[in-house]
């Protein structure tokens, strides 16, 4: 193929992936990073292509693209999350009549296995809050030292995203007047732009407060307008912490706690946060409502996981289950 050639096809493909993004964003409300997910999964799509175009890309070359990632070993919820990608984009092909066809039909979805979601115990999540709160150590002529700005924000991050159980994108992009309520509840935008309450409890509004005596610490020096609007600022061009930042600060306060830094991330508190709230009890539509999920379906993995350590604690417990290992 010649560059002239090559260039018109990518031309070609990029035309009708924007347009689509059009439509997500315009009438699904598809956040940023969404649109990033299906940008990465049909440019993937189209470079396996090899001279065809995205619109006239057929039945086979999507199995043969499966069949790829399959030989590569990505995991089963990978070739679902990208085959999800490819039918939503030809279905918007098809009704827009850039084609005749949507080659995504008949075309079969991978097995996923069904994996419970790592979370964190109860005692766990004590040792990562017992770390955060400690007093600073004594200075050497004895005298109390003032607690670092950094780790008040982190022990306000972490009694955040346990209590209410955000996504860390809604975390870091929390506005500021999110936490002006007095009646402990915090107003979110989750996906599609939709609002929900999601609860503080008093220990999280306790750290809320310390912390907003120290956020101007983080604001920018010079020109703050995009930086204050939002509770976490950033001296960073986003003008709020990023995740990637705030991924590495619980990994580093994990390690402090004498926790497997691999265990813990901003998505395993919210799975700690659901679980929790099932095994004490909650039920699954109040605990879908504070995770601002669309279908039950995805809040019911919750009980499999509660379900999953009952059988754990009578298993290593149980005198019974005992005499039969022995």
Request: proline letters at 4%; charged letters at 30%; glycine letters at 6%.
């Amino acid at each position: 193929m010649t560059k002239k050639a090559a260039a018109s096809r990518a031309s070609a493909s990029a035309g009708l992936v924007e347009a689509f993004f059009d439509m997500m964003s315009a009438e699904r409300g598809a956040s940023r990073n969404t649109l990033e997910a299906y940008r990465r999964d049909l440019l993937a799509f189209d470079e396996s292509l090899k001279g065809k175009t995205l619109r006239n890309a057929t039945r086979d070359d999507i199995k043969r693209y499966l069949a790829s990632l399959t030989a590569s070993g990505a995991a089963g919820s990978s070739q679902a999350r990208r085959l999800s990608s490819l039918r939503q984009f030809f279905a918007f092909l098809y009704l827009e009549g850039h084609r005749k066809d949507d080659p995504t039909t008949a075309v079969d979805a991978p097995r996923r296995a069904r994996t419970l979601p790592k979370i964190l115990s109860e005692d766990d999540v004590n040792r990562l809050i017992r770390e955060v709160s400690a007093p600073p150590r004594k200075s050497a002529k004895g005298k109390n030292k003032e607690e670092a700005p950094e780790k008040i924000r982190l022990r306000c991050i972490l009694e955040i995203l346990y209590a209410s159980g955000l996504r860390i994108s809604e975390l870091v992009t929390l506005p500021l007047a999110a936490v002006r309520r007095r009646d402990s509840f915090l107003l979110v935008r989750g996906k599609g732009g939709k609002e929900r309450l999601a609860p503080l409890n008093p220990s999280a509004n306790k750290a809320i407060a310390d912390y907003l005596k120290v956020r101007d610490e983080f604001l920018p020096k010079g020109d703050r307008r995009k930086a204050e609007r939002y509770l976490f600022p950033s001296r960073g061009a986003e003008g709020h912490l990023t995740r990637r930042r705030c991924h590495q600060l619980l990994k580093e306060l994990a390690g402090d706690a004498g926790i497997d830094p691999d265990k813990l991330s901003p998505h395993v508190l919210r799975h700690a946060f659901a679980t929790h709230l099932v095994e004490g009890g909650a039920d699954l539509r109040s605990v879908q409502s504070m995770l601002g999920h669309a279908d039950i379906s995805t809040t019911q993995i919750y009980t499999h996981v509660a379900n999953e350590r009952l059988r754990t604690v009578v298993e290593s417990a149980h005198p019974l289950s005992k005499k039969r290992k022995r």
